[in-house]
């Protein structure tokens, strides 16, 4: 195996956080003794990301995924731990290191909202030092990729929330990072724009060989795009490894879906003969059964032999509801 | 340092806050009027000859070159300085390769130009209204350039370190409020420096806000002899060089502080 771009270890951050009762009269106390709380947001985490790697970090708000972003791009100091990315250490932030490193944030921009797009990213190519030539090829490889050629004479404030994501992403990659952190990238987007910025983040992906460190809340980003997640809860990393195979320790079982032909007059009653099957609330004339998977081919032959199906299919559970179990539950 | 980014991030700047030039237009009126209305104040207490030994041309004089220099030297940047780092805006600039004085910068001198835009015909039509006087050696008006300079340099970095106090203090731009409010009283506004009661003058030449302000206009406007712009400069540059300071201490320990809130 390469050398890993990035290496965490024990990296740990505690915020110092004001508190203060509500009310004048606190207010006023708290200008003299001020009362500070500390605050846990990353606890020893320990990972390494091999270049090349899309890895997807999720964890429900407040989990540290942010936190643990903020440090590796150079922005926070951590409390204590270590890490190296592209062998430099992110805090110390030398421009050599910033140069190799992109963040590109949902809720942030990186765009002068008064003028053009093109201007904007004419000042981050010099700015970046990148020679003029270089510039060029990269923006029109990225302007096609993102089929973004009509927006870049309109001043910024006038582009909506995704043409302006995908202005954020040019800026972010006009300078080939091989590093790129990811923190939302696709927050308050459409479906459609969702998939499109999906699409070409893992064609990037492919061409450059660029490393990212991807954030959201969106399953359907972190499965379309990253087959390593990291699952960050209370600031604890409590899983590292594929998502399918987190999907399938937490949901040992499948849905199947039935339809009939006519109503079966004691269907709960005809599935208490298999002791793992749960009966779930129906939707829309679709009956759905939680089915162990080992029990999957048994339960469904039974079913099928014994009642009158009009459709049948075996589907994996829906990863949000996965995840939602272990945001619930706190752990793997 | 990276001199071509920040060249090209200070015309990017300009081009957008050409954009808005109405709004800066007004605000260099703003500024423009209340050091007109002083000038008419003691314009009409000189009327009746001189006023410790300013006539009412050299008052114009005066004035009228407070106008522009106190344009020039007025770091409006600073303002915006603590808003970038309570809303975390800085966490953009952090991570680039340029240091993010590059932006204050940038904003300081694309804001000059449009200032001037406004501000020097209208001066120049003032002067016709006023009919300014002014004795000067050609010495002295060589004098004035790096005067001005410096004086533009304390003001922005004095004012920058104070704002970002931001990293510790959420309001810490209530700051700049009192610089100002310094400047108006001890920066040659209210009055020239030498109508003011002699402790004030005293204060005046002490502190750092006449050095902001005043004593780039007193070196072209002819108040001072040789000795005292000599001296002033060496002040001026002292303060100059304290506030530079000053700004690299907060900066290193506020960026350490730092907790990139908002996202």
């Known amino acids: 195996m390469a050398e890993p771009i990035i290496t965490v270890k024990n990296l740990t951050k505690v915020y110092r956080v004001p508190e203060r009762a509500p009310g004048l009269s606190a207010s006023i106390r708290g200008l003299f003794k001020p009362k500070f709380q500390d605050v846990e947001a990353v606890t020893d985490i320990n990972f390494t990301i091999q270049p090349g790697e899309m890895v997807g970090l999720i964890g429900p708000n407040g989990a540290g995924k942010t936190t643990t972003l903020k440090m590796l791009s150079g922005l926070l100091y951590p409390t204590h731990g270590e890490a190296k990315v592209a062998d430099f250490t992110p805090w110390d932030r030398e421009p050599e290191y910033l140069q190799r490193i992109s963040m590109v944030m949902g809720n942030r921009s990186a765009m002068n909202w008064d003028i053009p797009p093109l201007d904007s990213f004419r000042v981050l190519s010099k700015i970046y030092k ?150 779930l609330p129906s939707e829309n004339g679709h009956h759905i059964l939680r089915v162990a998977r080992s029990d999957v081919p048994k339960v469904t032959a039974e079913i099928l032999s014994n009642l009158p199906v009009a459709d049948l299919s075996v589907e994996d559970p829906p990863i949000e509801a996965v995840i939602d179990q272990i945001y619930e539950e706190g752990k793997v | 340092m990276n001199h071509q980014g920040g060249w090209e991030l200070i015309k990017n700047t300009w081009q957008s806050w050409l954009q808005h030039r109405g709004f800066f237009f007004l605000l260099a009126f703003g500024w423009m009027l209340p050091l007109l209305v002083y000038l008419m104040i003691w314009s009409a207490a000189a009327s009746e000859g001189s006023l410790t030994g300013l006539s009412q041309d050299t008052l114009a004089g005066y004035y009228l070159v407070l106008v522009l220099v106190n344009q020039l030297t007025y770091a409006t940047t600073n303002w915006t300085v603590g808003d970038n780092i309570r809303m975390g805006q800085i966490s953009r600039w952090l991570i680039q390769p340029m240091s993010p004085l590059y932006h204050a910068l940038s904003s300081e001198i694309a ?78 506004h209210l009055a020239p420096i030498r109508l003011l009661p002699n402790w004030m003058q005293s204060l005046a030449k ?58």
Not at chain 1, 225 to 231: A, I, K, S, Y
Request: proline content about 4%.
């Open chain 1, 130 to 279: 990148v020679p003029q030539d270089q510039y060029q090829r990269t923006l029109d490889e990225l302007i096609s990729l993102l089929d973004m050629e009509a927006l870049l004479k309109k001043p910024v404030r006038n582009l909506s929330l995704g043409e302006r994501m995908k202005c954020e992403l040019v800026a972010g990659l006009l300078y080939h990072p091989d590093v790129l952190f990811l923190d939302e990238p696709t927050l308050g987007l459409d479906v459609a724009m969702q998939r499109r910025l999906r699409i070409f983040l893992k064609q990037y992906n492919q061409q450059h060989q660029v490393t990212v460190i991807l954030t959201s809340h969106y399953m359907a980003d972190v499965s379309a795009l990253c087959e390593r997640v990291m699952l960050i809860h209370h600031g604890g990393l409590i899983f590292d490894g594929a998502l399918q195979e987190l999907a399938d320790k937490l949901a040992p079982f499948k849905l199947v879906k039935l339809q009939f032909t006519t109503p079966p007059s004691n269907l709960e009653g005809f599935l208490t003969q298999f002791s793992t099957v749960e009966y």
């Open chain 2, 111 to 188: 804001g000059k130009v449009v200032f001037m835009l406004f501000s020097v015909p209208v001066t120049a039509v003032l002067a016709l209204i006023f009919r300014p006087q002014f004795n000067l050696s050609w010495q002295q008006s060589l004098l004035f350039l790096p005067s001005i300079v410096l004086a533009w340099a304390l003001r922005f970095f004095w004012g920058y370190w104070l704002a970002l106090l931001a990293f510790w203090a959420t309001r810490a731009d209530s700051l700049l409020a009192l610089q100002d409010t310094m400047i108006f009283l001890l920066g040659g």
């Open chain 2, 206 to 263: 002490i502190l750092p806000f006449r050095y902001m302000s005043a004593f780039p206009v007193e070196i072209l406007t002819g108040f001072l002899d040789k000795n005292e712009i000599f001296s002033g400069l060496l002040i001026q540059l002292g303060w100059t060089i304290t506030a530079y300071l000053l700004y690299r201490l907060v900066w290193i320990r506020g960026v350490r502080h730092y907790e990139a809130v908002g996202g």
